[in-house]
């Protein structure tokens, strides 16, 4: 073929050869910006009876496109291979009718623990007919048919007439019912599932981030804008209860839904900030990292996520449009959920008489306490910056994991691990593109950044703590520069 694409025609006989570049063409595709590429290229990979193929279908049933995830449900169930039932099993959440039906048939070919109980569920709340129908039938063909209530003796003969109209009634009930709950369920798929972020008053917003003209650039990928700014949190609740405790991790992602690529900016939470709107409680600068505290504290309007967005915005000129807030324990259990990470340290870290913080070097395997007491050591008060490169190791060793088939099987537990301890303003159709948008960025075209050090000075207060003293203006234009996809006014790497 001229032409590196296939055309839509050859994709079939792709999934017919089983080999390895067939193979790679073929998961390639699943990324492709047409719907009907990455439709075609899930159903040949189900043919192509390769179980290498099944972490690709797995993430496809998170497409934008319900004909996608259509496509992969059949495709894993094609498979039949029990890797495949816990991904499945969390698909039946999907809000797509067609979506779910196709699941169903799929768990009937798989398989797995629980997967009878969770067909049962369907079968009895499922608010579309067809998907209650299609979990009966995969019911019966698993060899359990249903048990049927028993027919009521008729005392006698209705007119035909009567009996036609009552089940006309029945039907137009149903619709009726079925229509208000498609309703409902489409906007709570738009709506945001915590409180929205109240912007600062007096100054306005930042500039919008700039994008290139739409001439010049591709259509967003997902369902998504061409770009979003999204602040990331870690709270140490500690004992204290999640509204107190501090933002000891703050990044900002910067998203590009067009060009599949992800720049994110580590900030370092002991920055000395004036924190807005606390002047009558005698309140006007302090440590980055209580304005979250502060901000639920005295009760501002959007609470501690949109005070830490406003002194963001008010020190340096940084505008987010979502947030993500996380408990560290429950991350810790989300680590769990997902099996460990896998980190190669190239140095010990900590000191070997304290066990519970100490390192060795070489390759260790961290369960989510462990992983969670690396990315917070911080041995004899060193700078802040040592520590937010250990929490970007972890952070990429997450990724990394989530992508293998055994991380695969654990993301429902991850992420009923994640729903507990987390706080958004994502819809869950914003999180759905999100989740789509980085199955399609490639580790290096995701870029970790953190502010320079020259453009802050440490010093050591009276209790012998460490304070950043920002140059504010010099801040500002590097945030402005990363605001526009320049990371030049930062340090950062492509991830490794």
Not at 353 to 366: E, M
Request: net charge neutral.
């Amino acid at each position: 073929m001229s032409d590196p694409t296939p055309q839509l025609d050859e994709l079939e006989r792709l999934g017919e050869r089983s080999d390895s570049r067939a193979m790679a063409m073929l998961v390639g595709l699943l990324s492709h910006p047409d719907a009907n590429y990455r439709l075609s290229a899930a159903r040949a990979l189900g043919r192509s009876g390769l179980l290498s193929a099944l972490p690709d279908l797995l993430r496809t049933l998170r497409d934008i496109d319900p004909a996608v995830r259509q496509a992969a449900a059949w495709s894993l169930g094609q498979l039949r291979d029990n890797l495949a039932t816990s991904g499945l099993q969390a698909a039946l959440n999907d809000p797509d009718p067609g979506v779910r039906r196709s699941v169903i048939w799929a768990l009937g070919k798989v398989g797995g623990v629980g997967v009878r109980s969770d067909l049962e569920a369907v079968r009895r709340a499922d608010p579309d007919g067809a998907v209650r129908r299609a979990a009966d039938a995969a019911l019966s063909s698993a060899g359990q048919p249903v048990v049927s209530q028993p027919k009521a003796k008729s005392a006698g003969k209705r007119p035909r007439q009567s009996a036609k109209r009552a089940r006309w009634l029945l039907l137009s009930a149903l619709m009726v019912v079925l229509g208000a709950a498609g309703v409902i369920a489409a906007l709570v798929w738009q709506q945001p599932l915590g409180p929205s972020l109240v912007k600062t008053d007096g100054e306005g917003l930042a500039p919008p981030v700039i994008v290139p003209p739409a001439s010049e650039m591709r259509p967003p990928l997902c369902g998504g804008p061409p770009m979003m700014m999204l602040l990331l949190v870690g709270i140490d609740s500690g004992d204290s209860g999640y509204e107190a405790g501090f933002t000891d991790v703050i990044r900002v992602a910067r998203i590009d839904f067009s060009k599949p690529s992800a720049l994110l900016l580590a900030i370092p939470r002991d920055l000395w900030v004036t924190v807005p709107g606390l002047s009558d409680y005698g309140i006007s600068e302090n440590r980055l990292k209580t304005a979250y505290p502060y901000g639920n504290h005295y009760e501002v309007p959007g609470g501690g996520m949109s005070l830490l967005a406003q002194t963001l915005y008010v020190n340096f000129g940084l505008s987010v449009d979502h947030y993500v807030a996380v408990d560290f324990q429950g991350f810790a259990q989300g680590i769990d959920a997902i099996g460990g990470i896998d980190l190669a340290l190239p140095a010990p870290v900590g000191s070997p008489s304290d066990a519970a913080s100490y390192f060795a070097a070489g390759v260790q395997h961290f369960d989510g306490q462990r992983a969670l007491a690396y990315a917070r050591i911080r041995p004899e008060n060193t700078s802040d910056l040592r520590r937010i490169d250990r929490q970007t190791e972890v952070i990429m060793a997450v990724r990394d994991r989530v992508l293998t088939p055994e991380g695969v099987t654990g993301l429902p537990a991850l992420a009923s691990s994640l729903q507990a301890a987390t706080r958004t303003d994502l819809s869950p159709s914003q999180m759905n593109s999100l989740i789509c948008i980085g199955q399609k960025i490639n580790r290096s075209d995701i870029i970790i950044t953190t502010l320079d050090p020259n453009l802050y000075v440490s010093v050591t207060d009276s209790y012998g703590y460490e304070r950043l003293l920002p140059d504010t203006d010099a801040i500002r234009r590097a945030i402005a520069a990363f605001m526009e996809g320049d990371n030049s006014g930062v340090s950062g790497q492509a991830a490794k």
